[in-house]
């Protein structure tokens, strides 16, 4: 199943072949023509310039760049925290090894060498009993680009997983959502369970920002809750990651 991503992409491929095909559409030449000597091939035009990377972020950094929470509704006031590095085993114990992957990647989890600058926030809202977080983490631009195929590929393999609760085994389902035009790349998904006060429904949207990756979740349970981390402090969050890296 595709998963849907959203990702920037270049129209030079298609360029290139057009001009091909009305290279060979041409009709034939004459005689005279065919007769004229190959002229010596020319060398290959210069690539075009690479954008630079965008510079790895420390927790100083990601902490300067987060979302001003004090300023946003939230009566409860969350301070950045910034995450210690993981040592040994990270991973979450769930039966199916495709969503352990997914939400390892997504939660800034894996193991990574060097280990990446990881900060937390929590967000509650105004009549929003479940409220929200998130969790930036830079791991250098090749390192992020890695981590998010990971994340790509976990949804793209994961639909059902369960694991083991306070109470009860949690049993989820892992249903891919349209993914947000934004930043590098992006996807969104929700993980629903059963629970005895209705479905509970954890949503992820997951962006890449250069060498970041900010990963938005937002827990509603029962069927009258807000189920949707707030769109335009998502799009906030993303624009002073962009800005922090220029």
Known sequence: ??????????????????AALGLAGCGA?????AALPTPASSPPPPSAPKAPPS???TVEQLVAAALPTGEMGDPDWHPVEVREPQRGDGGYEVSDPACGRLLEAADARRPSEPSPAVVDQTFNWKDDLWGGSSTLASYGNSG????????REGLGNCRYYEAPGPASMY???VTAGQAPPLGDEAVQF????PSEMG???????VVRMGSVIATFTKLSVGDDTVRAFPPALVAQ??????QAQS
Request: glycine share 6%; net charge positive; hydrophobic share 45%.
């Open 1 to 18: 199943m595709p998963v849907p991503v959203a990702r920037r992409t270049c129209g030079l491929p298609v360029l290139v072949a057009l």
């Open 29 to 33: 030449v004459s005689g005279e023509q």
């Open 55 to 57: 510079r790895t972020m």
């Open 144 to 151: 992020a680009v890695a981590v998010f195929e990971e994340v």
């Open 171 to 173: 049993k989820g389902t």
């Open 190 to 193: 929700e993980i629903t369970a």
């Open 199 to 205: 479905p509970h429904v954890t949503q992820y949207t």
């Open 237 to 242: 969050q993303i624009v002073l990651l962009r």
